[in-house]
Nanobody
């Protein structure tokens, strides 16, 4: 089992930046690909970005490309999401997810472990 705890969310003005963190605990001695998803009110959860176990494969959604960057520090069992140039439509609950795989994937069904989420609210 792996436990995931997100942090770093908050209220930010449009155009601003936030850095989300996701700390993993439990069985972190295995290889895990990690990802960020988000869910806005009244919408389905959607993929944002994923990163392979070694950090050499990154996948970003079209909405995240050029603005968001996923990274990880395996020594700290932590994955990050740097979000720049935030827009009103980025407002959502952001979830961290993990799957016992070396390879990054954007498929929600592939992820076995999920955090509780951290709220990001972008204001005008």
């Amino acid at each position: 089992q792996v436990q995931l705890v997100e942090s770093g969310g908050g209220l930010v003005q449009a155009g601003g930046s936030l850095r989300l963190s996701c700390a993993a605990s439990g069985r972190t001695d295995s290889a895990y690909a990690m990802a960020w998803f988000r869910q806005a009110p009244g919408k389905e959860r959607e993929f944002v970005a994923s990163i392979s176990w070694r950090g050499d494969m990154l996948v970003h959604s079209d909405s995240a490309k050029g603005r968001f960057t996923i990274s990880r520090d395996n020594a700290k069992n932590t994955v990050y999401l740097q979000m720049n140039s935030l827009k009103l439509e980025d407002t959502a609950l952001y979830y961290c997810a993990a799957t016992p795989s070396y390879i990054a994937t954007d498929g929600e069904a592939a992820y076995d472990y999920w955090g509780q989420g951290t709220q990001v609210t972008v204001s005008s």
